[in-house]
């Protein structure tokens, strides 16, 4: 198994006034795992918790209890630095997510650096190949990030995400600030990396048409708590809490509405 998150706990310190303080629990108890080569949906409302559980799964932040292992071994309690490249991570604000002082090349540049002894040519070489592996030509190696449309900066991001060859990519609302024709093409070409890379996706989202898009599986998460775990999408329609079937129903409200959605698969 790649990734298992058991029993994970996590609280934040809330302040109300000057003097008394509570503390918030965002999640509690969630356990769930990650299959190499498969895509993992994490479903929610805005709130559930879905980007701090995110956080915790690629290393970036502490649970309060339970544990979280990669290939076996426990995120936080190893000093070992290779198990943190294993992830990568995409995040939906692709403007925030680079530097707008730096040239597409410089941003590809940063993450090969791992790859020690690789001449200058080399370098160039691999940042062009990761270019044409998300759809884009070399002719973008040296603009700036403006100079980008949204979903072409989102591919940029996903070049560096995988320039590192991690295991799985934590993809938090990755799409989310895209039209929606635009949001097929990255799907399409997650799935396409997917399968020539053979990577794992945790894939967040509030969307449930993406979901059936583009996941094996999906967890749905409400106020902290996986309320329900689907493992064949095909069981979608049968979910049976009434939080997951609002989603479910909200989602083919959308869908009747969106015709790009021509790909919903839900009976
Ligand atoms: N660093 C923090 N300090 C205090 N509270 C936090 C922190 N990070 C998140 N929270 C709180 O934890 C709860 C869950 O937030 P989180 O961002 O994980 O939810 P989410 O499901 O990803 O929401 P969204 O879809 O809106 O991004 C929220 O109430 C949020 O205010």
Redesign the pocket.
């Known amino acids: 198994m790649l990734l298992e998150v058991e029993n994970i706990d996590k609280s934040?310190?809330?302040s109300f006034g000057i003097m008394k303080k509570e503390k918030?629990q965002?999640?509690k108890d969630v356990s769930l795992c990650l299959y190499e080569g498969e895509c993992l949906g994490i479903i929610?409302?805005?709130?559930?918790?879905?980007?701090?559980?995110?956080?915790l799964m690629i290393g970036v932040?502490k649970a309060d209890a339970g544990s979280i292992r990669i290939d076996g071994t426990e995120i936080n309690k190893t000093t070992d630095k290779s198990i943190k490249e294993k992830v990568s991570v995409v995040f939906?604000d692709y403007s925030s997510s680079v530097n707008p002082r730096f040239k597409i090349i410089d941003i590809l540049w940063e993450p090969i650096k791992v790859f020690e002894g690789l001449s200058q040519k080399d370098s160039l070489n691999k940042i062009i190949g990761l270019l044409e592996k998300v759809g884009l030509s070399k002719e973008y190696l040296y603009r700036y990030p403006h100079q980008l449309s949204g979903g072409q900066l989102q591919r940029v991001c996903i070049a560096r995400a995988i320039a590192t060859n991690p295991k799985f990519i934590l993809l938090?609302?990755a799409i989310s600030s895209l039209d929606v024709s635009i949001q097929v093409q990255i799907l399409d070409l997650l799935i396409q990396l997917k399968k020539e890379m053979g990577i794992s996706y945790v894939f967040?989202t509030?969307d449930l048409a993406a979901v059936t898009y583009i996941c094996d599986r999906v967890i749905f998460?409400k106020e902290?708590k996986v309320i329900e775990k689907v493992d064949c999408m095909h069981q979608l329609s049968n979910v049976k809490d009434p939080y997951s079937k609002a989603l479910l129903h909200a989602a083919k409200a959308m869908n009747i509405r969106e015709e790009n959605y021509v790909y919903w698969q839900i009976s």
């Not at 929610?44 to 956080?55: C, F, M, V």
Request: glycine share 20%; hydrophobic share 25%; net charge neutral.
């Open positions: 934040y310190k809330k918030l965002v999640l929610g409302e805005s709130g559930s918790g879905k980007s701090t559980l995110g956080r932040e939906q938090d609302e967040i509030h998460l902290g």
